[in-house]
């Protein structure tokens, strides 16, 4: 009987781990003014801007001119961000739209609702910052791995769901957009606002343009 209560404490423990080293879900930035939406794209984590304090937002200091105009909602933050061995932290590349650069960078989760992020400049002057979760875990789905794009017709793979009312082709659209790796949780813990769902939510976040031609 103790040999199986030790195995029931071990099991239950490694679960709790297991959800608390999820980095995915939408994140507030430490000073407030935005969300970033992290989701698992075809084996690397990315993140881009999901809410803004101020909405409208411009890549204004991007050194390349052409981006320059680019809005900030939706813009790529984390690049690219592949897990360490045997730790629950993810290594890539942040760009800071404050002054157009990129750092390599760090993520990891700590708990279940903070995440701390580590960025420095040629391996030195670095600094960090943590940010606190604002909507559940990503669920993944075989879309983001292994479609190159948005589904496309009735072929798409799709999660076996009861029988439901007849919908229109847009209708439809939007229910299997919303099922992908990178389309948040509509549920919110209390005293927290929920960014998906809002007017122009930016949803799976694999399908956007400037990460699906590098996840694919």
């Not at 404050?98 to 670095?126: A, H, N, R, W």
Request: aromatic content about 6%.
């Amino acid at each position: 009987m103790r040999t199986v209560a030790f195995a029931a404490v071990f099991i239950a423990t490694g679960i709790a781990s297991a959800q608390a080293a999820d980095p995915t879900g939408d994140w507030r930035v430490a000073d407030g003014v935005a969300n970033i939406r992290v989701a698992e794209c075809n084996g690397s984590m990315w993140g881009v801007v999901a809410w803004e304090k101020t909405p409208g937002g411009r890549d204004k200091n991007n050194p390349d001119v052409s981006k320059q105009s680019r809005p900030t909602l939706g813009m790529p933050i984390l690049i690219d961000m592949k897990k360490k061995p045997a730790v629950d932290q993810w290594e890539g590349q942040v760009y800071n739209a404050k002054d157009g650069q990129m750092y390599d960078t760090t993520i990891k989760p700590v708990g279940s609702d903070q995440m701390e992020i580590q960025g420095c400049v040629l391996g030195f002057l670095c600094g960090g910052e943590t940010w606190t979760r604002v909507s559940d875990p990503i669920p993944s789905s075989p879309t983001n791995s292994m479609a190159k794009g948005a589904p496309k017709g009735p072929g798409a793979p799709r999660k076996a769901t009861t029988a439901q009312p007849a919908t229109r082709p847009s209708q439809q659209a939007t229910t299997t957009a919303a099922k992908t790796t990178g389309a948040a949780s509509t549920a919110s813990k209390p005293g927290q606002k929920q960014a998906a769902g809002q007017p122009g939510d930016i949803g799976d976040i694999c399908l956007l343009p400037d990460i699906a031609r590098f996840a694919h």
